[in-house]
């Protein structure tokens, strides 16, 4: 019985380039692409910004319920409606971010052929992300560096049928867990309109390891109101109970996706 599904050698390389870019580079900006605190704001106002954005997702790894491993291959498939929000006074910042994720396939081949060949499953991920950050930079000079750290709650919710013979077997697992990271954001703007960012950020916890990274480029429409388009990606190494045993669960794999916010500051 495997640990979970192994990655492929140049996603193991990309997590390695995340976790190391998140420890020395510290380059990062905010989940939703957002640049925090408006530009024209003096250091001692509050201010408060809120982004819906849609998340064109992708799954990539194994999902390990008791005995079974189902692979997972959801190749910038699935939608996604979150959101994410931010405040700040001064040089200290903090935030919010939410995530929703529903996943599915059937007739998938799974890690143990004398118990079944095939299954169907359906996944359904949460994510709730609270952080904390100091800025260094910005308020009016074209360049922000964000120290920051928080905690990542995670919910994840396995349907698994497996097709045997005489009967089908059904496992369903729900697990959750938080992590703690710690990374930084970077921002520079581009004019007064454009701006890119670009965030790192490793940890774990409940999970073995995580690393988490962002990057895109935004463009403030009015004052009050900005667009912004990027990729998103997260690796996560979870492992909970004794491998073998009917009650051991393990996710190891890859989220990535294209973010579109529509931040409002005020």
């Known amino acids: 019985m495997r640990r979970g599904l192994s990655l492929s050698k140049p996603a193991r390389g990309f997590a390695r380039v995340v976790a190391l870019g998140s420890a020395v580079l510290l380059s990062s900006a905010a ?11 003096e250091p001692d106002d509050w201010w408060f910004q809120v982004t819906p954005y849609f998340l064109v997702a992708g799954l990539s790894g194994g999902v ?19 959101a994410h929000g931010e405040f700040g006074k001064g040089r200290v910042l903090g935030g919010i971010d939410f995530l ?37 930079g910005g308020f009016g000079r074209p360049t922000r560096l964000d120290l920051l750290g928080g905690i990542r709650y995670n919910f994840q919710d396995q349907d698994l049928v497996i097709r045997a013979t005489p009967i089908d077997k059904f496992r369903g697992f729900k697990e959750a867990w938080v992590d703690f990271f ?5 921002g520079a703007d581009l004019g007064r309109r454009w701006y890119v960012s670009a965030r790192a950020d490793a940890g774990g916890g409940g999970a073995k390891f995580t690393a988490n990274a962002t990057a895109g480029i935004g463009f403030r429409i009015i004052t009050w109101l900005d667009v912004n388009l990027g990729f998103r990606y997260l690796f996560i190494n979870y492992e909970d109970g004794v491998p073998g045993n009917p009650a051991f669960y393990a996710y190891n794999a890859d989220q990535y996706g294209v973010l579109l916010g529509f931040g409002v500051r005020f």
Not at 65 to 76: H, N
Not at 182 to 186: I, N, P, Q, Y
């Open 31 to 41: 989940t939703s692409l957002g640049q925090g605190a408006p530009q024209d704001k």
């Open 64 to 82: 390990t319920t008791g005995e079974f491993t189902a692979p997972i291959d959801e190749s910038l498939s699935q939608f996604s409606f979150s």
């Open 100 to 136: 929703t994720m529903k996943a599915g396939e059937d007739s998938i081949p799974l890690a143990a052929p004398e118990l079944g060949t095939s299954g169907d499953y359906r996944f359904t991920l949460v994510q709730v992300e609270f952080f904390g950050a100091y800025r260094f």
């Open 182 to 186: 710690a990374g930084a954001r970077f």
